[in-house]
């Protein structure tokens, strides 16, 4: 089992950064893949980033590519999400997720963190 808590959301305007960061616990934090998804009001979840046990391979969703990076800190159990430019249209709830293997759909991640809200004003 993984518990993952997020935190470092909040309300900012658009062009403004931010960065989320979601602490896990309980397996070997560095067997595992790590990646976040988001899902803001009346639409589906969708995949944001994600980066290999080792932090050499990452991957993001073209909506935030450019904008976005994602990092790990292994030996603080800890992974981020740097946002950067940020547009209204990235308000949304952001989830931490972590599994053995990497994936863009949100059915192959087995944990899930409990989300924390970002909301871009414009």
């Known amino acids: 089992q993984v518990q993952l808590v997020e935190s470092g959301g909040g309300l900012v305007q658009a062009g403004d950064s931010l960065r989320l960061s979601c602490a896990a616990s309980g397996r070997t934090f560095s067997r595992y893949a790590m990646g976040w998804f988001r899902q803001a009001p009346g639409k589906e979840r969708e995949f944001v980033a994600a980066?290999?046990?080792?932090?050499?391979?990452?991957y993001y969703a073209d909506s935030v590519k450019g904008r976005f990076t994602i990092s790990r800190d292994n030996a603080k159990s800890t992974v981020y999400l740097q946002m950067s430019t940020l547009k209204a249209e990235d308000t949304a709830v952001y989830y931490c997720?972590?599994?053995?293997?990497?994936?863009?759909?949100?059915?192959?991640?087995?944990?899930w963190g409990q989300g924390t809200q970002v909301t871009v004003s414009s």
């Open positions: 980066i290999g046990w080792s932090g050499s391979s990452t």
């Open positions: 997720v972590a599994d053995g293997r990497l994936g863009t759909k949100s059915g192959q991640w087995n944990y």
